[in-house]
């Protein structure tokens, strides 16, 4: 039978039930534009038009906080049919509401930024992502989900650049938009695209791994014996993933200064949890990276990193300890089961990378969070624009979490959108400066929780 290929189809001028084609207008690419109407809101022009109403009646919809614990609610893969229906369903109803409330948002920017070609590309993105699964009703057939899934992988891979893309159209237009605002946007975009990436990779993942409308009597031990559901690792080692980024982060490190830093692991190293591991494996590269970065600049490369791993209590554990029916991290006692088989591995942990690398000064501390392209004044070329590539940073050219790529080096993102995915789950990252000494920097991350229901 027929399989999921990620493939990417061209945005022809088809139209569905609600859905017309209209001309892809053609913008100047220097990004900027007569004042006057800057802020006079419209339609940004578009390739594909879905009725306002629609778009409105979706985006009234409350944005359903998404937990681990949500998406594996509907088990271990291989997957029945049920099971498979049944996610199918749920992802669909959450992408429809998340990308209208995207819609929205863009459409309440000016409109002279929405113009952007950068901007506006995500515009025309979101709009056909939404006009391709606005067609596809309750799915209810193996051959609905097989069409539905491929229709994911599409979105999945329309949206891999969205963070970049945005930067930029963000740096052209910073003439009409203070960086406050561009910091509001994109603290909630970075976030409501963790989300809706995470829900429809989930569902691609449980399709692959069970397919049910191929022979049933298949034997797949892999899957048996895995500790994956999805995209997510319920048994994921921390300390596999931080020696991982080490050795690739410090390769880096040799190449531009000579040495390469070393670390050192302690704590609980054999805790295990579960997480998702594109997620981790982004903050700790970001993480390592500036502090590998510090130790070497301030010639004490023969001090290693160290790395403490410390599991949270186990839940019941916290449960003998209150008194209150409700647990510190807000899960509420009741009587549903526990989700099974995920109740060993700890339900969280603390990282804590200590660097001798000299602090932070107190004038730079309060900025380690902002998007720093924000700065940016209208002399300083863009990131990207040069023609040599010699004078380019090859720690910048590190981190790629959810199909992000380097082209997103120097713009100014990769703390912003490391702190965004540690705190999506209810995590957090701390930073603690000694100027003169080191730093402290305080990873936790929160694992599976009890479903919304």
């Known amino acids: 039978m027929k399989c999921v290929h990620r493939t990417i189809r061209s945005h022809s001028k088809t139209s569905h039930r609600g ?77 429809l509401i998340r990308l209208a409330h995207r819609i929205q948002a863009l459409r309440n920017l000016p409109f002279i930024v929405v113009s952007n070609p950068n901007i506006s590309k995500i515009y025309n993105n979101y709009l056909h992502s939404l006009s391709t699964l606005l067609p596809h009703k309750t799915i209810s057939t193996l051959e609905d989900e097989i069409r539905f899934t491929e229709v994911l992988a599409d979105l999945v891979e329309t949206h891999a650049h969205t963070i970049p893309t945005l930067a930029r159209g963000f740096l052209e237009c910073r003439k009409y ?48 014996l895995s500790s994956y559901n999805g ?46 591991p594109v997620h981790l494996e982004y903050i700790i590269t970001e ?22 791993i410390a599991a ?22 009741d009587d549903n089961p526990p989700i099974q088989p995920f109740e060993t591995p700890a339900p969280g942990v603390t990282i804590r990378i200590r660097d001798r690398g000299g602090g932070i000064s107190p004038e730079v ?11 940016f004044s209208d002399d300083d070329e863009l990131p990207g624009q040069t023609h040599n590539n010699s004078n380019m940073d090859a720690l910048n050219v590190l981190s790629g979490a959810g199909g992000e790529t380097s082209s997103i080096a120097g713009l ?26 080191g730093c402290d920097v305080y990873l936790r991350l929160k694992g599976l929780g009890r479903p919304n229901k």
């Open 312 to 333: 949270e209590p186990e839940l019941s554990t916290r449960i003998a300890n209150s008194t209150s029916g409700k647990t510190n991290d807000g899960i509420i006692l």
């Open 19 to 95: 859905i017309v084609s209209s001309p892809v207008p053609r913008y100047n690419s220097s990004g900027r534009y007569p004042s006057p109407s800057a802020h006079k809101w419209s339609h940004p022009l578009s390739s594909t038009a879905i009725a306002d109403s629609e778009i409105a009646n979706l985006a009234s919809n409350p944005l359903h906080k998404l937990r681990l614990a949500d998406l594996v609610k509907h088990g271990r893969p291989p997957l029945s049919t049920e099971a498979l229906f049944s996610s199918a369903n749920f992802t669909l109803d959450l992408l």
């Open 412 to 437: 100014g993102y990769g703390l912003p959108l490391g702190r965004a995915y540690a705190e999506y789950f209810g995590g957090g990252i701390e930073i603690q400066s000694l100027y003169g000494w």
């Open 231 to 276: 995209v997510i690792d319920t048994a994921l080692d921390p300390a596999s993933i931080i020696n991982s980024c080490g050795n690739f982060v410090s390769e880096f490190c040799e190449l531009k200064y000579g040495v390469r830093p070393t670390w050192i692991i302690d704590g609980e190293p054999d805790t295990t949890f579960a997480f998702v």
């Open 177 to 224: 938009i203070s960086p406050t605002e561009v910091t509001r946007f994109l603290d909630e975009h970075l976030r409501a695209r963790i989300g809706t990436r995470l829900v429809a990779e989930q569902h691609i993942a449980l399709h692959l791994s069970s397919q049910p409308h191929q022979a049933q009597n298949r034997p797949e031990p892999s899957i048996e």
């Open 365 to 375: 501390l309060p900025n380690v969070w902002s998007y720093s392209f924000t700065t």
């Open 287 to 308: 993480l390592l990276k500036n502090a590998f970065r510090a130790t070497v600049e301030s010639g004490r490369s023969s001090e290693p990193v160290v790395i403490t």
